[in-house]
């Protein structure tokens, strides 16, 4: 018992009995104010220390990705077509990449189309399966072509050229002016197939395809009735409307109908009497009864042969997303989105523009896990997440309000390098302006980006939960002692007060 008694001699709060402490009025309002004012303080300083303390420096740009720039994106264009979108890549270094179709390090293409339809839904992914064109400094097409014109300027010549009285008929019948939207629906429905051109008077290909579908038709007139095939073509500066209406983006672009369907297919192979004379041999090689296993063999594997030249479209078929991501240099640059398409020459009339970015971003598309860490530290002006406040011009629809309307959108774009303990996240914040006007040239979509040459580093600093707790046990033994104190103060000046009246009694 001795060491028991020697260990409560070290006690520093000895205990009164109850009955020899007195509770006070005063006393219990100071304990109450003491509990409140240690649990206000204490809930502040359990925020700051669940808030980080974030700063920021700015460097140069010393980030792991060098000098590559990830950029991500998904454009909508209702009124381009996809065998026509494309996508050029420019920057300040006078680099310049032609129709990308951002190729990765594996292999597989980074970029993708899909066909829209007018509500601006998905039809489903677009394959190019575009075919060769013709060679104009072939010398049998030049030879070709001089004698087309000639029968064209000169009909009597055509006697000379043609003596088959079938083939000038044909001339005369399928290539005649007088193909327009009066008379189109019965031409496209007067034969099992029937292949229309639509031509434009100033497009260079055109004038090249014109001999050709001329000197085409006169020779399937030798193989075919008018009831199994027809060729016909449309002149789109004298029928500009009509074009429009049947969607026609490029010129010139060869639809192909057949007899009781509503499909609507371009033909995509080479523009050569012989390619299109193969074609519509492929489609109405149809065999017969007493044809042999052999030859219907044959004439199946024809129409397949055929049929992979022709580019089937959907009557809904209207626009084009385009969706991916491309890695450029770290240097000022532009994405320039518009029309192009081997063997074809676009009218600004026809060309419309008009799209809704649904998603620009740069860098490194970011996890869960990384996109809650940067929006515990990154938050836009008014407490919005980081990666909405970054994209607040996205979703927006630019309409084109007259013909050839370019499109500027102008993306300064700042790396900024989040601390994470020990790692660090690479996040790109963005501030856009966008602008429309009339152009000259042909119409485009131009995001022009501006990568700063400066890193802001944000570094995110926890309280460490020693400093944590040293202040909780500050905070309740200075509120109390303090309490303490005032109770003692009102206590003596009780004391003093009451005696004092007692010596004036």
Known sequence: MGLLDAVRSLDAYRKLPRDLSESTLCGALLTALAALAVAFLVGGEARAYLTADVTTTVVVDKSLNGDVLPINFQIEFPQLSCAFATLDISNAMGSHSLNVDGMSTLGAKSIRKVRLDAQGQRLG???DRAGPVFKASDPAFL????????????????????????VLDALQVYHSDEVSPDNFHEIVNSAELVMVAFMAEWCAWCKMLKPI?????????KQYSPEQVVLANVDCVAHEKFCSAENVQGFPTIRVYRKGSSGKAEYSGDRTTEGVTKFVQGILSAPDAQTSDADRARAARNERIALSQVVKRDEEEVGCLIDGYVLVKKVPGALLFGAHAVG???????????HVINHLSFGHVLTDADLKDVHAVLRGPEGEPWHKWSARFLETPFTAA????????????????????????DVYDTTAHSTQFQSDSQASVRVAFVPSPFQVAVEAKYQPLAQFLTNLMAIVGGVFTIASLLDRVVWNTQQLVKKNIGKLG
């Open 213 to 221: 579908w001329h000197h085409t038709a006169g020779e399937l007139s």
């Open 125 to 127: 992914p677009y394959v």
């Open 143 to 166: 030879k070709l072509e001089s004698e087309a014109i000639e029968t064209v300027n000169d009909p009597d010549a055509a006697e000379y050229l043609y003596e088959d009285e079938d």
């Open 344 to 354: 074809h020459s676009f009218s600004n009339v026809h060309l419309n523009l008009s």
């Open 402 to 425: 007259t013909d050839n309307v370019t499109f500027e959108h102008y993306v300064n774009v700042v790396l900024q390098t989040v601390e994470r303990g020990e790692y660090s996240i």
